[in-house]
């Protein structure tokens, strides 16, 4: 039973009772699993460009940019805090120990100079302290740099978002994430003489994300003869989920208040879906390298953007000659082998079809958002992956599919995913305008049922949390999907602080 807060609570979110009640039987029926044909590989879902092939997406995304009018967007979720880079310098802190003595540790230290963030450091080391880094160091004062570097005193990096973290040093100073994602917006995304880049941020966060830019800005811009048009947007709080004790009830915090928590990255559909654009690109805050490393990701980024628009522009030509209702025989067979050899896209049916039911299936399968997604050879980084697999219509098409979405009881489907050859870095560019230049509604084409339910805990009581369908899983389950073979050197995420003494990030 709801009681007037609660009402208040929901009035307050923008989330309807009914939504609130549909969440939790979703907690009681839990998520299917979803049915598998095969993980992609090379020759089976995922393409593999060569060297002419390269230059031609190339030539064909250069081409597309110079187009008037081109609406192109770098989109970059970033609302995530950084606290759990220095998970390991948090557990130093709290140790009954005082010198490093985990390998973590030791490493953070020996090569504590190498880091970007060194000379910031080392300053408020000074003015908090007395001493810098290598006097603390000398007379054993480990703990004191390690909160001078995580706590508000000091840098307060354990509760900033990594896109502010100084990330990788230059002659001219160091640089944030969000700073060398304005120069990837440059560099592939330009067009007609602007970058056009959104971040997504949290609420607490937005203003220092847009001093940041104001401070930053004007150098980008000057250094590559463009202008910049960045904006910002936050998870809305109707896309939050309730929390749910283990008998499924509602779980509520100490003031008796229903607890909702962010529904995850799936929630920014919404976000996707208000940018105006053609073309957007899709890529994590963290994953950012220097530029003496930033060659391969500018070439492949221009490459999958050309797969893209090269097989966009086949299916608005097909989607045409279907509303002239000129196509004969050969040209049905035609688009039938588009959609199921180029978007992947297979219907064991489809000769049964009559030519009417065949029309309307082929225009619902080419007039729809498309995605190429850049998959890079499996390293054993944990996440997920290509596959093949069934929909609720009876085709099989390619999907990103968490370890979540997989039944972990069927021996057949975990072989497949731990003996997958590639590996989702969240690499994508989308098309998300139909063939009238039109926007797709993105919400339209979520798969509600790749959801999934995920155990937490909050001051000490256990609890269940809702996650909604994934940005690059089940949110854009209902899209074309190819998948494209990238270099790994084009996947160099940050995880952990000292993932930053790695030589991608020197």
């Not at 899709?282 to 893209?308: E, F, M, S």
């Not at 021996?411 to 560019?429: A, Q, R, S």
């Amino acid at each position: 039973m709801l009681t007037q807060q609660d009402l208040e609570q929901l009035a307050q979110k923008g989330i309807s009772e009914q939504q609130l009640n549909h969440q939790l039987k979703q907690f009681e029926t839990g998520f299917p699993f979803l049915k598998i044909e095969a993980a992609a590989a090379v020759g089976r879902g995922i393409k593999s460009i060569d060297a002419d092939e390269m230059k031609h997406y190339v030539e064909v995304w250069t081409d597309y940019k110079k187009g008037e009018g081109r609406r192109i967007v770098k989109f970059v979720p970033a609302s995530g805090a950084a606290s759990r880079m220095f998970k390991d310098l948090f557990a130093f802190l709290d140790a009954d120990y005082d010198t490093p003595t985990k390998d973590f540790e030791k490493t953070f230290f020996e090569k504590i100079h190498l880091f970007a963030f060194f000379e910031a450091l080392d300053h408020v080391c000074e003015s908090n302290e007395g001493m810098g880094i290598d006097q603390l160091i000398a007379a054993g004062q480990y703990k004191k740099v390690v909160a001078n570097l995580l706590l508000g005193k000091g840098l307060n990096y354990g509760q900033l978002p990594k896109g502010l973290l100084l990330f990788h040093s230059y002659p001219e100073g160091p640089r944030t994430p969000l700073e060398e994602h304005l120069v990837e917006g440059a560099l592939y995304a330009a067009s007609n003489g602007k970058a056009v880049v959104h971040f997504t941020v949290s609420k607490e966060h937005r203003e220092l994300f847009e001093s940041k830019v104001d401070e930053v800005l004007p150098r980008y811009s000057e250094r590559y003869g463009i202008d910049y048009d960045i904006s910002f947007s936050e998870q809305q709080p109707s896309t939050d989920t309730v929390a749910a004790n283990a008998d499924n009830t509602p779980f509520r915090d100490e003031q008796g208040k229903l607890l909702f928590r962010p529904g995850g990255h799936g929630a920014l559909i919404n976000n996707l879906d208000a940018i105006e654009a053609d073309i957007i690109f899709v890529k994590n805050i963290d994953n950012v390298v220097p530029d003496r490393l930033k060659a391969d990701t500018v070439d492949y980024k221009q490459v999958i953007a050309g797969v893209l628009v090269e097989l966009q522009q086949k299916a608005f030509n097909y989607l045409k000659m279907l509303d002239a209702g000129c196509c004969n025989h050969d040209r049905l067979e035609e688009m039938i082998h588009f959609v199921q050899h180029d978007l992947c896209c297979r219907n064991n049916d489809i000769k049964n079809l009559e030519d009417a039911d065949l029309v309307s299936y082929l225009r619902k399968k080419l007039n729809r958002p498309m995605r190429v997604c850049g998959v890079v050879k499996n390293v054993g980084e944990p996440g997920g992956g290509p596959f093949l697999t069934y929909n609720a219509d009876g085709t099989v098409s390619l999907q990103i599919l968490e370890s979540s979405q997989i039944d972990k009881a069927n021996e057949d489907y975990m072989k497949m995913f731990t003996t997958g050859t590639h590996f989702n870095p969240v690499d994508l560019v989308c098309a998300v305008r139909d063939y009238q230049g039109q926007p797709f509604h993105l919400p339209d084409y979520v798969d509600p049922t790749t959801g999934f339910i995920s155990l937490k805990s909050k001051s000490g009581k256990d609890l269940k949390a809702l996650e909604l369908p994934g940005l690059w899983n089940g949110a854009m389950s209902d899209w074309s999907t190819i998948f494209v073979e990238v270099p790994l050197s084009t996947f160099n995420p940050v995880k952990t602080v000292n993932d930053l003494l790695r030589d991608e990030h020197q």
